[in-house]
């Protein structure tokens, strides 16, 4: 018998959406946005909150929506090759390749880099990921409730001490807001929008949702509606605290340059303002919470892209993908935050796009009659832009030109699609194409061959 649930089982859910979305890793984020809008801190910061809280919202939205027990099966819709090769893209993305090594480099730059020499910083970040990843290993290996118990205990802890410090901050800036960095100058909305991709949420929330329906069905939440009802009345919850935690940092983040200088990642702002407000016993406070939330965090990670290859290659024990996603990601933190941030962003420039469409197609479904053809349709069309904007943005990082045949396209993007260069070339498009195929099917009739759904 269902019974309709109470305010407090929304409130439960939205700090359960808070939790898993408000990792260590993304503090860094929007204190290194802070310091570089400057006087642009608003409008910079709203389109960091769209992408970075409302995107993620969205995806558990659309996962509930869908009905589709993962990822996988929700991209296939596409088609099966698809659908394995996007979702484990998205795995190792947020896993081994970008996200789970910047939990370590997170760590060691808020906690230990402030302690060690500039001329043994490198050394530093091997010693500590050494015993880091070590940890995280043993953690991965034997999966339990001492993690997920140890996490329950650090988020809520995580969230007081950012809340002292940015309620001290607010009523005791460090300095005054300055001059926004070039990069800001001019669009610092869009800047702050494509910055919001950085925190990978949007991507994790297509993965880790499913773990947020079953809680939300075990309430005795059951059809369609009232998941999506109950969904989204819970993120209401989530999405407040998220931007006021957010906003707050990026706010510290802009009073900080005149006092600490400006960085090119956030870590040094977190623990510069924790010196500066509460002495060395702040900053050895604030290291050991933050260390221990990205450590549960990386243990999360491995142990998510373990058990998910090995139903993809079972030949490969669980305990070996263990063991050799640990080594990778303790490889590829080695390059240091700045370079794991430099190289993610082509990565996310093309992931994001087709993230963001899949959660469209999501929804309108039901408008196309839940044609396979529009599906492909759009998710062709995204691809070509997105990967030419990946690559481009590649080229960018590696401060390289452009191959001539890269070139010509971006030249040809740049004249004809609206918005190309904001980074949301792809968007006029796609919701072109679906409309038109709407049309076609709904009001001519056509008939396509359709997706479950």
């Known amino acids: 018998m269902n019974t309709k649930p109470r305010s407090t089982s929304y409130l439960i859910i939205g700090v359960m959406l808070f939790a898993l979305f408000f990792g260590a890793g993304n503090l860094i984020f929007p204190a290194q946005l802070g310091q570089h809008a400057g006087t642009n801190l608003i409008p ?10 409302g995107l993620p919202l969205l995806g558990i939205l659309a996962m509930g929506y869908s009905g589709s027990r993962n990822l996988q099966e929700l991209s296939g819709r ?8 996007f979702t484990s893209i998205l795995y190792l993305t947020i896993g081994p390749f970008f996200a789970a090594p910047r939990t370590g480099t997170v760590a060691f730059e808020v906690g230990i880099a402030p302690f060690v020499p500039e001329e043994s910083q490198q050394l530093g970040l091997f010693i500590f990921t050494i015993m880091f990843f070590v940890i995280a290993l043993l953690f991965s290996l034997n999966p339990g409730k001492l993690v997920q118990n140890v996490g329950k205990v650090l988020a809520p802890a995580l ?3 950012m809340s002292i410090l940015l309620i001290v901050a607010y009523f005791n800036p460090m300095g005054q807001i300055e001059a926004p960095q070039e990069a800001y100058q001019s669009g610092a909305f869009m800047k702050g929008f494509l910055e919001g991709y950085n925190t990978m949420d949007a991507l994790a929330s297509l993965v880790f949702g499913i773990i947020v329906l079953k809680t939300i069905r075990s309430m005795g939440i059951t059809t369609r509606k009232e998941v999506i009802s109950a969904t989204a009345k819970s993120g209401l ?13 990026s706010y510290l983040g802009a009073t900080s340059t005149s006092v600490l200088g400006v960085f090119n990642t956030g870590g040094p702002v977190l623990s510069g303002a924790a010196s500066h407000y509460f002495g060395t016993l702040g900053s050895y406070v604030l290291a050991v919470v933050i260390g221990l939330a990205c450590l549960t965090t990386a243990i999360g990670l491995i142990v998510s892209n373990a058990e998910y290859f090995h139903t ?12 050799f996603f640990t080594l990778l990601t303790f490889i590829i933190a080695n390059f240091g935050l700045a370079n794991i941030i430099a190289y993610s962003i082509p990565m996310l420039m093309f992931l994001y796009p087709l993230a963001i469409v ?18 492909v349709a759009a998710i062709f069309i995204t691809f070509m832009i ?23 396209i971006i030249r040809f993007y740049e004249n004809y699609l609206p918005l190309y260069s904001e980074g949301l070339g792809w968007f006029i498009p796609v919701v072109t194409v679906i409309i038109m195929m709407t049309i076609l099917i709904r009001l001519l009739k056509v008939s396509f061959k359709t997706v479950d759904a």
């Open 358 to 375: 899949l959660m469209i197609l999501t929804f309108a479904s039901p408008i196309f009659l839940h044609a396979r053809v529009v599906y």
């Open 159 to 161: 969230v007081i001490l």
């Open 237 to 249: 919850v989530a999405i407040t605290l998220l931007g006021i935690i957010y906003f707050g940092i």
């Open 78 to 85: 596409i088609h099966p090759v698809y659908g394995v090769l």
């Open 44 to 53: 910079a910061a709203i389109g960091f909150l769209i992408t970075g809280v």
């Open 312 to 323: 993809l290659f079972p030949r490969f024990s669980y305990r070996t993908l263990v063991v």
């Open 386 to 408: 997105s990967l030419v904007d990946g690559i481009k943005t590649l080229c960018q990082s590696l401060e390289i030109e452009y191959y001539n045949w890269l070139a010509i």
